[in-house]
């Protein structure tokens, strides 16, 4: 085999969308082939840690890291991917902000796994939970330990470019490929580190179709509850859409579609919290101006939280609520 | 709670109504709680939420919000967005654990430093009731603004 770049992608906390989204690329997946040796990618093809560790540190040239940190062995991974690989990229919301399995963040990590292992839809008459460690003839065995708080990515290990999405948009990633190709063909160079690629710098607002007027909003409704005018601005019409903070890239199909933005690509650019973001955009089109008033709207916002921090919760600046911050000191009084 | 707790606030004030309050009340010589760091702004309305949450994370146990009273705002009816800001922002701490009483809007006029004064005090005992935040391990995580910011002078 001729020294073709070595090429990795791993999986984290995630659901495997991301690596869909990869092969979703159709016959561009073959570029990645002709260009690259795969030397790791646990859904795609067998290898083993030890491989990994085996290799040269910096040997690998391009690593694309999606999900969270949500445990030990996720930490471990990443810390050796990193040393591993000359360009780390965050790829996919997990990776970039935590995304949905970060909004385990709200609750403390052991009634996480209380929940999994005894709620009324587990049978688990015994009280079965899982252990990490484990004695067995041939040994001690172990599965790894669950972190309090999800970590994104780049909160655990140094990150050169980050690249957002639920996953990212198949037609970012191909760009994406074509790009590091043409990198390695001396065609083109490589952005500055830590530059967002495979996305826009605009929000979805700026990409979206719809025909935006002078907000006012005087209630907040749901999408099932209405009937959506297929013309306008959602937010105009009450349906509470993430695209004002929401970076662009995804050529708004959420809302060209008639259903509301979720958030899916993260913050836009210059946006230090999301959240943040939203209330203030929110708020600020409220046709109220008496508590009251402004109240009785609000009350039409069902979980505000969530719809603010569906994506960006260990992300954003406070990156876990109370419970899992409690959890994390008493974790660290028990280690002690 | 934690015993001689001394909690640590941050208080926006905007510049026409609510800074004049605190100024009233230093030149007056009121006596009040000297637990919070005053933060001017143009206006209540410039107030991005993200400076509470940025407060909160790195370190403050309470953000004091201030402002002209409704109908009085300098420009108009920001004031208002303010509110609308608060009230949205309180249900959004709620749903993270925080206690929404940690953050609290004060209206004050330019005269009503006596107000000023008073209102503090008891907000930083509300605060030391709730006890410290603490915002876990985020404080050290925390990417840390160093540098100080340049400021400069403007002739008023």
Not at chain 1, 24 to 50: G, R, S
Not at chain 1, 215 to 238: H, T, W
Not at chain 2, 79 to 92: E, G, M, S, T
Request: glycine share 8%; aromatic share 8%.
């Amino acid at each position: 085999m001729t020294a073709k770049p070595k090429f990795a992608m791993y999986w984290a906390a995630s659901c495997g969308g991301c690596e869909i989204a990869v092969l979703n690329i159709h016959e561009k997946i073959l570029d990645v082939d002709a260009n690259f040796d795969v030397v790791f990618w646990p859904v795609a093809m067998d290898a083993k840690y030890k491989d990994v560790e085996a290799m040269e540190d910096g040997s690998i040239l391009l690593t694309l890291f999606n999900g969270g940190i949500r445990n030990d062995e996720n930490e471990h991974i990443a810390k050796l991917l990193r040393k591993k690989s000359k360009i780390l990229v965050a790829f996919g919301s997990c990776a970039n902000e935590g995304c949905i399995p970060g909004l385990a963040n709200l609750s403390d990590s052991r009634e996480i796994v209380h929940t999994a292992f005894n709620t009324i839809s587990t049978d688990n008459p015994n009280q079965i939970y899982p252990r990490t460690a484990f004695d067995v003839p041939e040994g001690e065995i172990h599965i790894p330990n669950i972190l309090p708080v999800l970590k994104t990515l780049d909160q655990v290990v140094d990150v050169d470019y980050y690249m957002p999405g639920c996953p990212p948009e198949s037609h970012q990633i191909a760009a994406v490929i074509d790009l590091v190709v043409q990198v390695l063909q001396g065609k083109a160079e490589l952005p500055p580190k830590g530059t967002v690629i495979g996305a826009g710098n605009s929000t979805v607002c700026d990409e979206c179709k719809r025909t935006r007027n002078v907000k006012v909003i005087k209630s907040f409704e749901r999408i099932y509850n209405m009937q959506i005018d297929p013309a306008l601005c959602l937010l105009e019409q009450g349906i509470p859409c993430n695209g004002p903070a929401t970076r662009s890239g995804c050529n708004a199909r959420c809302p060209a579609a008639g259903a509301q933005c979720i958030g899916c690509y993260g913050p836009a650019e210059g946006v230090l919290d999301y959240g943040a973001r939203l209330i203030s955009a929110f708020a600020s089109v409220l046709d109220a101006k008496e508590p009251e008033e402004i109240d009785h709207i609000l009350d039409g916002l069902v979980d505000p939280t969530g719809q603010f921090y569906r994506f960006n919760l260990a992300g954003s600046l406070l990156k876990a609520g109370v419970p899992a911050w409690k959890a994390e000191s008493t974790h660290e009084k028990e280690k002690v | 709670m934690t015993e001689n707790f001394e909690p640590t606030i941050i208080g926006f004030t905007c510049n026409w109504c609510s800074y004049r309050a605190a100024d009233l009340a230093g030149t007056a010589r009121m006596k009040y709680a000297p637990n919070v760091r005053l933060i001017r702004l143009m206006c209540s309305g410039r107030l991005d939420p993200t400076f509470v949450l940025r407060a909160l994370s790195s370190g403050a146990d309470g953000v004091m919000i201030t402002g002209c009273h409704p109908g009085e705002c300098h420009y108009i009816e920001q004031n208002y967005k303010a509110l609308r800001r608060y009230l949205l922002l309180k249900r959004v701490l709620k749903g993270l654990g925080i206690e929404p009483e940690r953050v609290k809007l004060i209206w004050a006029s330019a005269a009503e430093g006596a107000k000023f004064a008073s209102e503090t005090t008891a907000f930083v005992e509300e605060i030391r009731k709730l006890g410290p935040l603490n915002w876990g391990k985020a404080r050290d995580q925390l990417p840390v603004i160093s540098e100080p910011i340049q400021r400069e002078e403007v002739a008023a």
